[in-house]
């Protein structure tokens, strides 16, 4: 598959270990390893809630984007979802964001990196931050499998020296040491909480590199789930050793908390091995990172949102070398920022895409969609999506004026980017036009959306087009509201494929007519499926029916909604076969009647039979 500039299709290498380690491995970093000393300062020991109540609130976004990511496992992850939900100006500034975010993240692991790693050598500290920014950017142009690995590798070395650390920590905890536990106020732990949500932002990086996921409709959420149910144990443990085995003062503030924490129980070698741990935490967060922030310019682009050259790809190592080497630009300008800017700008940035993520399942869903159909349904909708849009809102305004003001500029550039080149290169339908559609009862939309989202399943579910597959594409479909006997269906079926079948419709409204006195073909109250043999050769037809008003098949069946049709010549016999068994796996699907009645035309009614599950 090709693109319109020329591109290749990226390909699927990563597995259910690959995601999960590039979702974990961009937790653990800096969020652990640094931010830890600096919250303690604004919450003291109730630092621990705070982290607890960031990971609960990613919670209800990463459930949200467990389930967008399942329905369209893209490139470009939440960028994606929100263009398709929301439209493209609202995508336009979720995109933008979501990779300013990811790459500041990115420099500020970058930051610890070249801090820890200054302790070793004496060069400095921006020069080896540069240096390993290079280093991550021809990884990820290589390849995002050899990426992928080397993120794999890191992930379960880091996980077994933290479980060290929490082994050796846990007899060495001074209760004492977390009293007060919340010395300035429990407005203090929600303000703390927005500061380190950044700790979070990995869930985004997999949903932004779903496109090279096997299987990504179950290997992404999955991923996704066990990732931040670990981290967030991972988290916990660690924070409440720190807590318990440093004093106040020493923790206050430090940039290097765990390795502090290491040292004050085990000694220099404790201390060499946690800041080893950072070390590769920090390697993990800033390789993940330009995997991740770089499919938003890819996605954009290939979106016509941005310009079209963010959007190549390389012929040889099927990489988005164009939008990897803009990120890697964008990370070494921002390693010359503030640090606290930096944890600020990503955490709010973060907070406002996990936002609109909740935002984009309650469109998608409310919109009905015919085609929407994630592989994972997040539980409990729609108060986890609610919960989660008044919990990130209330985090924004709790981090005070300086944060909405950077997310407020950034919003505008978004929008800027959008109207002066976005809105004039692109004009696409999305699933809120559907909604307002729905409730205004306008005609607003056209079938590309739906369109759109038919080809991304079958991409997602490997679906390869059979013969029956290319029957149904061209197969006449009748969608009729009045109440009619048989004898007229068949009378219109007959009209409808005697051109097709080369014969006379008297013909097929006989044959049709006998079959039904021979046996019915009603297979329940709403379903039937007259299926006729005809003369000639290498003959085979299919006619679908939705009739709102229903067609009386017999004083039985007086109200038949859905009708297949199938007429076959002699030779046909086991295509006809294999025909009737595959609409009898679609039609078993617990939810057919309501897609059925439900659908908005007959292209819906189509892509219901293409999409069903079905042996192939």
């Known amino acids: 598959m090709t693109f319109p500039w020329g591109g290749m299709k990226l390909q699927r290498e990563l597995s259910l270990v690959d995601v999960f380690c590039i979702a974990s491995g961009a937790m653990i970093s800096s969020g652990l390893f640094i931010l830890p000393g600096l919250a303690f300062a604004h919450a003291g020991p109730a630092v621990l809630l705070s982290y607890i109540l960031a990971g609960f609130l990613a919670m209800t976004g990463m459930l949200s984007q467990a389930e967008l990511v399942s329905a369209m496992p893209k490139a470009g992850g939440t960028y994606f979802y929100v263009t398709r939900s929301m439209g493209p100006a609202i995508g336009t500034v979720d995109g933008f964001i979501t990779w300013f975010s990811l790459s500041l993240k990115s420099a500020f692991a970058l930051v610890g990196m070249a801090a820890f790693a200054s302790l070793l050598v004496a060069w400095n500290m921006t020069l080896i931050a540069l240096l390993f920014c290079v280093i991550f950017v021809v990884l990820n142009i290589l390849g995002v499998k050899e990426a992928g690995r080397v993120q794999v590798f890191l992930v379960f070395g880091l996980l077994a020296i933290l479980v060290f650390y929490v082994i050796r920590g846990v007899p060495c905890i001074q209760v004492g040491r977390l009293e007060p536990f919340a010395p300035y106020g429990f407005g203090a732990v929600f ?51 720190t807590v318990g085995v440093l004093d106040a003062g020493a923790l206050s503030g430090s940039l290097m908390p765990i390795s502090d924490g290491a040292g004050a129980f085990m000694g220099k070698w404790g201390r060499i091995i946690l800041s080893i741990a950072a070390a590769l935490a920090f390697i993990s967060t800033a390789n993940a990172g330009i995997m991740a ?96 849009i008044i919990g990130f809102g209330f985090l924004l305004f709790e981090m005070g004026r300086e944060v909405l003001l950077i997310n407020a500029i950034l919003v505008v550039v978004g929008l800027f980017i959008y109207w002066f080149y976005g809105r004039i290169m692109t004009n696409r339908e999305y699933a809120l036009l559907h909604l307002i559609e729905r409730i205004t009862a306008k005609e607003l939309t056209t079938y590309s959306l739906e369109s759109e989202l038919k080809e991304i399943i079958r991409e997602r579910d490997d679906i390869v087009k059979d013969r029956f597959d290319h029957l149904v594409e061209d197969a006449t479909v009748l969608d009729m509201d009045k109440h009619i006997s048989a004898a007229e269906f068949f009378e219109i079926v007959s009209e409808s494929l005697a051109g097709r079948l080369k014969l006379e419709p008297s013909q097929l409204v006989q044959k049709l007519e006998e079959r039904e006195r021979e046996s019915t073909t009603v297979l329940s109250f709403f379903l039937a499926i007259p299926h006729i043999v005809v003369d000639g050769e290498h003959s085979f037809d299919i006619l679908m029916a939705r009739c709102q008003g229903g067609i009386a098949f017999s004083e039985e069946h007086t109200s038949i909604q859905a009708v297949f049709v199938l007429a076959g010549s002699k030779d046909e016999r086991n295509f006809h076969l294999r025909a009737l068994a595959a609409i009898a796996q679609i039609v078993q699907d617990p939810d057919f009647e309501r897609k059925w009645l439900h659908a908005k035309g007959t292209k819906e009614l189509r892509d219901i039979i293409l999409l069903g599950e079905r042996r192939r």
């Open 191 to 241: 303000s703390t909480a927005g500061f380190v949500f950044v700790s979070f932002g990995g869930l985004l990086k997999v949903a932004s590199i779903a496109e090279e996921v096997k299987d990504p409709g179950r290997v992404v959420p999955l991923g996704m789930i066990l990732s931040l149910v670990i981290v967030t144990v991972v988290y916990m443990f660690v924070v409440f050793v």
């Open 293 to 388: 922030a770089s499919r938003y310019l890819f996605a954009s682009s290939r979106d016509g949102l941005i310009p079209a050259v963010f959007g190549r790809i390389s012929p040889r190592f099927r990489t988005p070398y164009a939008a990897i080497f803009a990120t890697g630009l964008f990370m070494a300008a921002a390693l010359f920022m503030k640090l606290e800017f930096l944890v600020k700008a990503a955490s709010s940035v973060l907070i406002m895409t996990y936002l609109f993520s909740c935002l984009s399942v309650i469109v998608l869903r409310e919109s009905r969609l015919q085609n929407y159909q994630p592989r994972f349904r997040g539980p409990l909708y729609p108060f986890v999506q609610i919960a989660g």
